[in-house]
């Protein structure tokens, strides 16, 4: 589906200045395969954007050390198309003649769309895919057979498809990539109040990937994705998310050996990830899996400042909180 619709929204744009969008990534527990409750799913994608033709992105990091995560601002710049030895004298550049490139071509540059000021405004990017797509699902295939609904969304494109036979739900992330690396900044919301420019670093790309070389090393009846569903269905609800019982079960991946992931020792796996959770909950510690992992398989790629990182600690409102410490302990 995400790759028709990618195919179909990139012929409609062909021309314009707006983003250009590159094949989408299946990232989350739905394409994990331990989503916690089968009936509810929601297929989460993120759709990565490149600059588009006279223009570049430039990542600039927040040092508002109150903002919880890695956050960045997506600065873009208009970029010169003159030859090297002619600086300014095509008529069609957009950093010296952008007047002339809007008449010419009678279309806006991505500064005059989707940005506020120079940083690209992830609410106006939300409502611009949205827009697109309802424009265009009449194109798609899938549109002969499917009822598409989009649902209020703010800083993702969230859908609704429907057929006799059932429905399901996908959310459309926005990422621009670092560098040529498994990491993204997305437009996800990291808080309650995310500014409209801010976009937070997000890992989900190489956790679906993490996933996925395990799934090839695991012994072929391993039950590590059941005992994460079984337990990430238990804690809906609960005290502490669910993040934090996949970043314990990454880490028993990462450091157990793979033999004793087969289904006979189900119950002492579910054992051991419960019991590495009351240690981390005693501590008020639980590092951050991917940030500062020097033991990735080699397919993952991280840029140097997120690999050599102090790894986040995932139960620090615990640290600050001691009445959320002990309900959190009595959860357990």
């Known amino acids: 589906?995400?790759?028709?619709?990618?195919?179909?929204?990139?012929?409609?744009?062909?021309?314009?200045f707006y983003p250009v969008l590159q094949r989408a990534f299946g990232v989350g527990s739905a394409f994990e395969g331990w989503s916690p409750r089968e009936q509810d799913v929601v297929y989460r994608v993120l759709v990565p954007l490149t600059p588009p033709r006279g223009h570049t992105f430039h990542l600039e990091r927040d040092t508002d050390e109150q903002r919880p995560g890695r956050n960045f601002r997506v600065r873009v710049q208009l970029e010169c198309t003159c030859p090297r030895e002619q600086q300014g004298a095509n008529l069609l550049c957009f950093l010296h003649h952008p007047e002339e490139v809007r008449r010419r071509?009678?279309?806006?540059?991505?500064?005059?769309?989707?940005?506020?000021?120079?940083?690209l405004n992830v609410r106006k990017t939300a409502r611009w895919f949205c827009k697109l797509v309802r424009a265009r699902w009449r194109h798609l295939p899938q549109s002969h057979s499917w009822h598409l609904v989009l649902l209020p969304s703010k800083r993702s494109c969230k859908l609704r498809l429907t057929n006799n036979e059932g429905s399901f739900q996908v959310k459309v992330l926005f990422g621009v990539q670092r560098g040529i690396s498994d990491i993204f900044v997305s437009s996800r919301p990291q808080?309650?109040?995310t500014p409209n420019t801010m976009w937070p670093e997000t890992c989900a790309v190489a956790e679906t990937m993490f996933f996925r070389h395990m799934a090839r090393r695991v012994p072929q009846d391993s039950s590590h994705l059941k005992c994460l569903q079984l337990l990430a269905g238990v804690l809906v609800g609960k005290d502490f998310s669910i993040y934090c019982m996949k970043t314990i079960v990454m880490r028993l991946l990462n450091t157990v050996p793979l033999t004793q992931w087969h289904r006979r020792y189900f119950v002492l796996q579910l054992s051991d990830i419960l019991e590495q959770l009351r240690l981390c909950l005693e501590e008020k510690h639980l590092q951050h899996f991917i940030v500062g992992n020097q033991r990735l398989p080699k397919?993952?790629?991280?840029?140097?400042?997120v690999r050599t990182a102090e790894p986040p600690n995932l139960f620090h409102s615990l640290v600050q909180d001691p009445a959320a410490h002990s309900q959190a302990m009595q959860a357990y």
């Open 1 to 16: 589906l995400m790759d028709n619709f990618i195919t179909v929204l990139r012929r409609a744009l062909n021309g314009t």
């Open 299 to 305: 397919g993952i790629s991280l840029p140097p400042d």
């Open 105 to 119: 071509t009678r279309r806006p540059n991505l500064l005059d769309t989707l940005c506020t000021g120079s940083y």
């Open 191 to 193: 808080g309650a109040h």
